[in-house]
T-cell receptor, first 113, second 111 residues
Framework: KAGVTQTPRYLIKTRGQQVTLSCSPI?????VSWYQQTPGQGLQFLFE???????NKGNFPGRFSGRQFSNSRSEMNVSTLELGDSALYLC????????????FGEGSRLTVL | QKEVEQDPGPLSVPEGAIVSLNCTYS??????FMWYRQYSRKGPELLMY????GNKEDGRFTAQVDKSSKYISLFIRDSQPSDSATYLC???????????FGAGTRLAVHP
């Protein structure tokens, strides 16, 4: 059974640009969550999607957005990049939305110069 | 004060030692408790999952939850060099997979 796939794995952007990250969940999983991981703040929840609907959002500015498609694949977008957006962005999929049993991908490492 | 407190370490132990990793939390609404293991440059991997107070054992790993003290633990018996990783505790109060993570404890098991 294939795991969670995230693309691209590494990318470098400059301040002011925007970026789109993609996530393919485990087959059959309908919940997709996104997390940001930095050395200073650790793992922080960005948002969660289930059946194309965003149901929960963390404390991040509106520059961070996402969406989920009918096949459960998800994308997240960060506009007007700032240096502080440099981080590992992790996608996780789950069968349900209550218990927190998440299966993470390997992440997309974003560097903003 | 953070909702979940976890000593970031690093923790260095010899092979074969018993390792104890701990987290405390302040939100009594947390219901589900997890331990994730993260190797360098990899995503977190779910290691243990518990719902209620008590112990749960899986091979060399034992997870404990004490809701009255708001304290969770992970014990690793007969630690191996392959256990060297960062261990993250996580917990969830409501739905929608909004996990609150601890800072992670970096563990090094040396031969």
């Amino acid at each position: 059974k294939a795991g969670v796939t995230q693309t691209p794995r590494y990318l470098i952007k400059t301040r002011g640009q925007q970026v789109t990250l993609s996530c393919s969940p485990i087959s059959g999983h309908r919940s997709v969550s996104w997390y940001q991981q930095t050395p200073g703040q650790g793992l922080q929840f960005l948002f969660e999607y289930f059946s194309e609907t965003q149901r929960n959002k963390g404390n991040f500015p509106g520059r961070f957005s996402g969406r989920q498609f009918s096949n459960s694949r998800s994308e997240m977008n960060v506009s007007t990049l700032e240096l502080g957006d440099s981080a590992l962005y992790l996608c996780a999929s789950s069968l349900d939305d209550l218990t927190g049993e998440l299966f993470f991908g390997e992440g997309s490492r974003l560097t903003v110069l | 004060q953070k909702e979940v407190e976890q000593d970031p370490g690093p923790l260095s132990v010899p092979e074969g030692a018993i390792v104890s990793l701990n987290c405390t939390y302040s939100n009594s609404a947390f219901q589900y408790f997890m331990w994730y293991r993260q190797y360098s440059r990899k995503g977190p991997e779910l290691l243990m999952y518990t719902y209620s107070s008590g112990n749960k054992e899986d091979g060399r790993f034992t997870a404990q939850v004490d809701k009255s003290s708001k304290y969770i633990s992970l014990f690793i018996r007969d630690s191996q060099p392959s256990d060297s990783a960062t261990y993250l505790c996580a917990m969830i109060a409501g739905g929608y997979n909004k996990l609150i993570f601890g800072a992670g404890t970096r563990l090094a098991v040396h031969p």
